[in-house]
């Protein structure tokens, strides 16, 4: 435990804390982004209803709200993940055995690719809209009682 000097420690650990805050900004980001990317895809579906009168067909696997809930769960196992991490940091720190691990760079990596394709398809999906004038607006009758 004492192999280690005091000062140098100290800036051990508060390295070890900033990283798992830029970790739990990412998770944060993530889960912010799934849920605005899931919101958004109901009201593009909404607006769509709204303008056709018609129920738009929707794909039960690449969809905007699937996409969504996905990073919400993948923002919410990045933060155990970087707690899990720095907890392990912390006591290799502690120990004096600190062994870099690069397995958790490339589990995220490896994900983000993963869902970043996922965003393809609905990237390129295009709604076959009928082109058609905007619906006549019905005078309203008025009381003037």
Request: one cysteine or more; hydrophobic letters at 45%; aromatic letters at 12%.
């Amino acid at each position: 435990m004492d192999k280690i000097p005091k000062i140098d420690r100290q800036r051990e650990h508060q390295a070890n804390e900033r990283t798992f805050l830029a970790w739990l900004r990412t998770s944060i980001a993530l889960i912010s982004f799934g849920f605005v990317i899931a919101r958004f895809g109901i009201f593009l579906r909404q607006l769509n209803i709204t303008l056709t009168q018609q129920e738009p067909p929707v794909s039960p696997l690449s969809n905007s709200e699937n996409l969504g809930v996905a990073l919400v769960i993948f923002g919410i196992s990045t933060i155990a993940l970087a707690a899990w991490r720095y907890n392990q940091v912390f006591w290799q720190i502690e120990g004096g055995n600190y062994r870099p691990n690069r397995l958790m760079v490339w589990i995220m990596t490896g994900a983000v690719i993963i869902l970043g394709f996922f965003c393809i398809p609905l990237l390129l999906w295009r709604d076959k809209v009928p082109s058609r004038s905007p619906l006549p607006i019905q005078p309203q009758s008025r009381n003037l009682h």
